[in-house]
């Protein structure tokens, strides 16, 4: 009978790829996770990494979202601070035009729309983490400036009429903002700071022009109301960055959910092939020891 001469060696050999499956089998029961390496499942390992960068991608939006929601909300909470200030603008400019204050009265009116125009001057120069926000893409220069000179002021806007728009993974594009010049500057009747800056000239000498002072009342109302238009389309683009945020956190927690699927470890058949990868290495461990024993008269049994 011919018998192979390195049979030892080869069972070694053999106990030796047992030993390592049965610790691989260990590490990933203990782990709870089945690919840990290309190697370990190819198909598995390359779904992961398109999972991993949804996720990401996803991630980063969500991040950005959050920022962005806060933007759009100080700058509406400005818009809406103004609302107040011009509406007030408005009560007092039609309380001076009725006739029935004095001189002195209606130059008071004039003072304290000044104190309005200073103050909406300041909310449209309302920065958020450092950015103005009424400033278009030049988020870096403080967009307005008055300039009050006796009874005449002026405002100039130092910013841009670029939009900013955020897109979402899915490709959608949401707007950030309203450049500045659109919301106070308008065109013609529709500006604030031209509005506001007439109605102080017409009651700073105390004598009413009751025409002239109706116009420019009517071109502030103007102005509110299309400054409450702009103000829209911030509420709207708040409301889209909310819808978008909300369902790729669903979206996020499904592909997390799948990618616990793809990598998890199935317990219940590791937990099999590790008991039988420990009963084959007690068995290779008893034969190779009796082999061994028996290694100095074995071929003589066999011959």
């Known amino acids: 009978m011919r018998v192979d001469p390195n049979y030892i060696s080869k069972m070694v050999s053999s106990l030796d790829k047992v030993t390592a499956s049965e610790q691989s089998l260990s590490e990933e029961l203990s782990s709870g996770v089945r690919v840990n390496s290309l190697s370990d499942d190819p198909v598995a390992a390359a779904e992961n990494v398109v999972l991993l960068n949804q996720i990401q991608q996803e ?136 509005a506001l800056n007439s109605l102080i000239s017409d009651y700073a000498s105390g004598t009413v022009n009751s025409s002239q002072a109706a116009s420019d009342m009517a071109a502030l109302n103007t102005a509110l109301n299309y400054l409450s238009g702009q103000r829209v389309v911030l509420d709207n683009s708040i409301n889209q960055v909310s819808a978008a945020s909300d369902a790729l956190t669903s979206e996020n927690m499904q592909l997390v959910a799948k990618q616990t699927d793809l990598l998890q470890t199935d317990t219940a058949t590791v937990a099999t092939r590790l008991s039988t990868a420990e009963t084959q290495q007690t068995a290779l461990e008893d034969v190779i020891s009796t082999l061994d024993a028996s290694s100095s008269n074995l071929f003589e049994k066999l011959s």
């Not at 449209?124 to 002021?153: E, K, L, R, V, W």
Request: charged content about 5%; hydrophobic content about 30%.
């Open 59 to 194: 991630d980063s939006f969500t991040e950005t979202a959050n920022s962005v929601t806060g933007q759009l909300q100080v700058a509406d909470s400005a818009l809406g601070s103004v609302v107040t200030e011009l509406t007030s603008a408005i009560s007092l400019a039609t309380s001076a035009n009725n006739g029935t204050l004095s001189t002195t009265d209606v130059q008071s009116v004039s003072t304290q729309l000044t104190g309005i125009l200073t103050e909406v001057t300041s909310l449209a120069n309302t920065s958020y983490q450092g950015q103005y926000i009424f400033a278009g893409s030049m988020t870096s220069t403080a967009p307005f400036s008055t300039t009050i000179s006796g009874s005449t002021a002026t405002t100039a806007y130092n910013g841009d009429s670029n939009i900013n728009y955020v897109q979402t993974p899915s490709g959608q594009k949401i707007q950030l903002n309203v450049p500045g010049d659109s919301i106070f500057m308008g065109s013609g009747t529709d500006s604030v700071f031209g």
